[in-house]
């Protein structure tokens, strides 16, 4: 497999397991409507079923100058599929992924170990740039946001409290 298409399916692996550990369903949306993932749960409560999507980019760790955040470009048409307030809550993650493919996972007979980490942003405030005929925008991904399984269930809460009433 190509090295940039090993690495994004490999980004998107890593989040599918963060999911699953905490316990969401994972859909691929087909045709590619900008999302690389919806994340969703079975609830017996149907305003409690809800949904969020996560558009999910790779980083080899070498690439980046991390301080002050994770600085990541993207195409103005992709920012403005993430930003601003939706049904289903958007997050732009990002997976920070060591350099040589066969770095990124490590096995043992008591652990999966899937190297490195991933970061998440909302862009849900954030206003579209003023500057027109500009092509893209770069989006600062705070380090203290660790995508975590604690990280996910925050987001579902956040989206179940955002439901309208019946």
């Given at each position: 497999m190509e090295h940039n298409n090993h690495q994004g399916w490999y980004g998107e692996t890593f989040v599918a397991a963060i999911a699953a550990a905490a316990g969401f369903q994972v859909a691929v949306p087909y045709p590619d409507i900008g999302k690389d993932m919806i994340l969703g749960r079975d609830h017996e409560d149907p305003e409690l079923d809800v949904q969020i999507a996560l558009q999910v980019k790779t980083r080899r760790i070498?690439?980046?100058?991390?301080?002050?955040?994770?600085?990541i470009t993207l195409a103005i048409d992709q920012f403005k599929r993430l930003r601003g307030r939706r049904q289903v809550p958007c997050y732009l993650v990002v997976v920070l992924v060591p350099e040589d493919p066969v770095a990124y996972i490590r096995v043992s007979a008591s652990e999966l170990a899937l190297w490195h980490a991933a970061y998440w942003v909302s862009l849900e405030d954030?206003?579209?740039p003023i500057?027109?005929?500009?092509?893209?925008?770069?989006?600062?991904?705070?380090?203290?946001?660790?995508?975590?399984?604690d990280a996910?269930?925050?987001f579902f809460h956040r989206a179940c409290e955002e439901v309208p009433a019946p």
């Open positions: 070498g690439d980046l100058d991390v301080t002050g955040g994770l600085k954030r206003p579209l500057q027109q005929g500009q092509k893209s925008v770069t989006v600062t991904v705070p380090r203290e946001n660790l995508l975590t399984v996910l269930h925050e």
